[in-house]
């Protein structure tokens, strides 16, 4: 029984890597994350192809019960409507102090109807509510209701275009992130407007954020100004942080 639980552990890897060293090959970066060519993001490249490779693609994050809800640090949160920070956004202080009801998402790029979506707008699609776990990048994790609406239905209102493969977010203290289609078009990544049962809390991102469970909690922008659909990859450079962070 050791010899063959030994055979099949060796011929698990031996069948892993030969399928990472096929992927790898020319005429196949179709299946590897935009950052393949990068030296410095080599971390991408595995991540990737073994998330899209043993994964089904559509494969949802495990989901809790209310009994389950922890405490929520809202760690590195950087508030625009801050003066004293080097974040720090006018619009989004003007917004914040009329309760958001200016607020506007602004949805552009490869759409057939670009648009700007109020709160109310987007409250009018229906919602998913979801308990998940939040997996951070210093090595904590909490667990929170998310309420809002899930981002495949604003994506098809606004009329995605086929050659659409990548969508950008943009947050008004200038963060920046970006998914592929398939996160994008996953079931459980939303744009929340409503935390453990309230309205998003302003350390959580208010009025709006996005949740992208199946990556790790930096992918997740807070206060959420634009969304951009683009057919090519937006890189802004090495953050220090890996592009792609499947879990």
Known sequence: MKRKHLLTRRTAIITGLGSLGGLLLPGCSKKLPPTYGNLLRMGDALTYVAQRSLLPGQSLAKEYGHHELSSFPATGTTNPADKSTPT????????????????????EGKVAKPGLYSLDDLQQFPARTQITRHNCEE?????GEWT?????????????????????????DGYMESIDMLDALHPQ????????????????????????????GYKSVKYLQR???????????????SWYTGI
């Open 189 to 216: 990544t939303i744009l929340a407007y409503a935390m453990n049962g309230s309205s998003l809390p302003l350390p959580h991102g208010a009025p709006l954020r996005l949740r992208v469970e199946r990556q790790i």
């Open 148 to 172: 809002g609406v899930p981002l495949t239905l604003l994506l098809h209102h606004a009329g995605i275009l086929s050659t659409a493969r990548f969508v950008n977010f943009y947050a008004y």
């Open 139 to 143: 090595g904590w994790s909490a667990i």
């Open 88 to 107: 720090f956004s006018e619009a989004y202080s003007r917004l914040n102090t009329s309760t958001f009801s200016d607020w506007r998402l602004s949805v």
């Open 227 to 241: 969304i951009v659909v683009s057919d090519e990859f937006v890189d802004m450079g090495d953050s220090g942080w």
